[in-house]
């Protein structure tokens, strides 16, 4: 019989042969124009699973970071360890860096083998040096794929609401303006014309398109850092269009597009006319419970910025926990309810540490305040009982929990884990239902520190446009660290009780959710946008964010 495993030869040449070391790949990834949110599903999943990444930009450095804890927030199992960030814009002595440098650069990653991730902005084709650095990499023998990305040349367009193709016109041509000399009269006709490169330069390819025939009055809009919310966009004509990027000081690397096309920018303009477009957004709240209403505020066009006010932590007397645990597998109590997200992961950390899981509450009825917190109970695969029918809040649950039924309940107790500070509104509420409360400290919330002394100094001078309050204690904790916004900061606070807190410290509240949830915080505060832009726009004045009109005193209410 002929066995099929391999034979292990004892001839000299095999013993002297070694075998071939293996070349690591390098995919290609274009991370688009500069909005993560244009990554490509593929472009994400390399990066999580790269082990050497090449970056040609801080940008790029952030955007990987934030695809990582996205990552982690979203329970993608965990990597070995984090991939190794290499620099491919500028050599050692910070000059930048040439084509050849980076694609030897890249191959010398990919010989220590694993896979290498090269993030090239825009499409690694189209708007990159993609092709050079895969030519290195086809000397080298080592196996590459392309990760197309959105174009620049097509996304900064499409945000600045410009198309580069409609119904009568089709043709368009796209030309990067560098060091290479170009032949303007192929462009001289009425086709819609993309140029990618700095801004500077429109000064002299202006001056060429119209000495090759283009008419001086052609439209041209000039778009810098699109598809973010730092996008500026200065429209213009062929001959005019250098002296307005002058007088508005536009400067660095930018798209331009030279059509009639650029006549419905009036009309298409959606994204730099969002209610909240470039508003810098105060959100002091803890690290973790922000980043919801951090990227509900950026999908209106707001700029949130997170000063952290509250720290969380755990208990000083641990032990009234462990014992409410014990208590609640031992089956001592017939509800448990959450007051808060926090709450709910204090709780879980301690089911963690002590290897339970979701049968624990095997029996239990639970009780949510709100949404946000039903959503908290909701990853351990847990639907709550009781969630407030009406306002989302200790008052609203308390209105809804039925009163204790010696007949139907066959125990009497409720584990309330709450924060250190909590009212005792929820508590005495339960006893008039016949119920007896454990109210245990779950956690304490202690006072941030002060954030870096510049951040104090834009709040006090109006620097932000609007400081958005989920409770109370952030109110407090803010004024208390870095001082009392200025009067021409918007104030929008997430309820009643915060709001009132907010009027107690002398600040003005413009902007109040008509439930408590971070969603409809954000969304009420760009009502409060928009209803402002259409006054400026029925007044004939330019829109204008409230930080750069700072009125010396708040208006009075009305």
């Known amino acids: 019989m002929t066995s099929t495993r391999s034979v292990r030869t004892t001839s000299s040449t095999a013993r002297s042969a070694k075998p071939a070391r293996r070349l690591g790949r390098v995919s290609f990834v274009g991370t688009g124009p500069g909005d993560p949110g244009l990554l490509t599903v593929r472009a994400v999943e390399l990066i999580r699973a790269a082990d050497v990444i090449v970056v040609e930009s801080p940008d790029h450095r952030a955007l990987v970071n934030g695809v990582l804890a996205d990552a982690d927030a979203s329970g993608v199992p965990d990597r070995p360890e984090s991939p190794l960030v290499v620099d491919g814009g500028r050599t050692d002595t910070g000059a930048r860096m040439t084509h050849a440098a980076r694609g030897r ?35 080298a023998g080592v196996a590459f794929e392309v990760v197309p990305g959105v174009s620049s040349a097509t996304a900064v367009a499409a945000y600045a609401g410009v198309p580069l193709t409609t119904r009568t016109q089709g043709e368009v041509a796209i030309v990067h303006v560098g060091q290479n000399k170009i032949d303007w009269s192929l462009y001289a006709t009425d086709q819609t014309l993309v140029l990618v490169g700095d801004v500077r330069s429109i000064d002299a390819v202006a001056a060429a398109l119209v000495a090759a025939g283009r008419c001086g009055d052609t439209p041209a809009a000039i778009t810098r850092v699109g598809t973010t919310t730092a996008q500026s966009t200065v429209v213009s004509t062929l001959d ?77 007397n641990p032990q009234q926990m462990v014992k409410a645990i014990r208590g609640l597998v031992e089956g001592r109590y017939e509800w448990i309810g ?30 949510a305040v709100g949404e946000s917190t039903a959503q908290a109970i909701a990853t351990w695969g847990i639907k709550p009982d009781l969630v407030p029918s009406g306002e989302q809040s200790a008052a609203g649950l308390l209105a809804d929990w039925p009163p204790f039924d010696d007949l139907l309940d066959p125990i009497n107790r409720v584990f309330l884990p709450r924060a250190d500070i909590a009212t005792e509104t929820l508590v005495a509420g339960l006893q008039e239902l016949g119920w007896e409360v454990e109210d245990v400290t779950a956690y304490r919330t202690v006072r941030a520190a002060p954030p870096p002394a510049a951040t104090r100094e834009a709040i006090k001078a109006g620097s932000f446009d609007a400081v958005v309050f989920t409770s109370s204690s952030t109110v407090r904790n803010l004024v208390g660290i870095a001082g009392k916004p200025h009067p021409s900061t918007v104030i929008a606070c997430i309820g009643p009780a915060t ?60």
């Open 105 to 139: 650069l890249v191959v010398k990653q990919a010989k220590s083998a694993g896979l290498v991730v090269r993030l090239l902005t825009g499409d690694p084709w189209l708007d990159a040096s993609g092709p050079e650095e895969a030519l290195a990499c086809v000397k």
């Open 240 to 316: 005019r269009i250098a002296t307005d990027v002058a007088a508005s000081e536009m400067a660095g690397s930018g798209v331009t597009v030279v059509g009639e096309v650029v006549g419905l920018r009036e009309q298409l303009d959606w994204f730099e006319t969002k209610p909240l477009f470039g508003w810098q957004v105060l959100v002091p709240r803890t690290k973790e419970q922000a980043g919801p209403l951090m990227a509900r505020l950026r999908t209106h066009g707001a700029v949130p910025e997170e000063v952290p006010t509250i720290s969380v932590e755990a208990p000083r």
């Open 338 to 367: 959450f007051t808060s997200v926090n709450a709910v992961r204090a709780v879980r950390e301690k089911f963690e540490e002590y290897g339970l899981d979701a049968r624990a509450f095997s029996g239990l009825k639970i009780a």
């Open 499 to 558: 709001a009132k807190t907010a009027e107690e410290h002398g600040l003005r509240v413009d902007v109040l959710a008509d439930s408590p949830s971070a969603a409809v915080l954000a969304d009420a505060l760009a009502d409060f946008g928009a209803q402002r832009r259409v006054g400026f726009l029925e007044a004939g004045d330019p829109v204008a964010r409230p930080s750069q009109l700072r009125p010396t005193a708040r208006r009075k209410a009305t």
